[in-house]
């Protein structure tokens, strides 16, 4: 069984920083994409960015510039760093990959790690 562990949440002043990070663990032949997404109570989860297995990163709008993707593949092991927050940034945070295990591929979500920026 493959999971998703997050960790690096908490709160943060607005124009501070936090770094968020996702450990997949678990029998795992390769992890494809991979990405963070964020949900706020009664909205739909969003997209906050994504990367390839190979490190192409694509990033919400609302977030370019201030956040960077990135992983680690020999650890399987994602990263968002979050720059310049803001208070609409504060929700939780999703990590997401789609992972090539014994059954197949598969996509696993981790538990979510809460942000909270304070204005």
């Known amino acids: 069984q493959v999971q998703l562990v997050e960790s690096g949440g908490g709160l943060v002043q607005a124009g501070g920083s936090l770094r968020l990070s996702c450990a997949a663990s678990?029998?795992?032949?390769?992890?494809?994409?991979m990405g963070w997404y964020r949900q706020a109570p009664g909205k739909q989860r969003e997209v906050v960015a994504t990367?390839?297995?190979?490190?192409?990163?694509n990033y919400a709008d609302s977030v370019k510039g201030r956040f960077t993707i990135s992983r680690d593949n020999a650890k399987n092991t994602l990263y968002l760093q979050m720059n310049s927050l803001k208070p609409e940034d504060t929700t939780v945070y999703y990590c997401n990959a789609v992972v090539r295990a014994p059954v197949g591929y598969v996509e696993v979500w981790g538990q979510g790690t809460l942000v909270t920026v304070s204005s």
């Open positions: 990367i390839t297995k190979g490190g192409t990163a």
């Open positions: 678990g029998t795992i032949f390769s992890i494809n994409a």
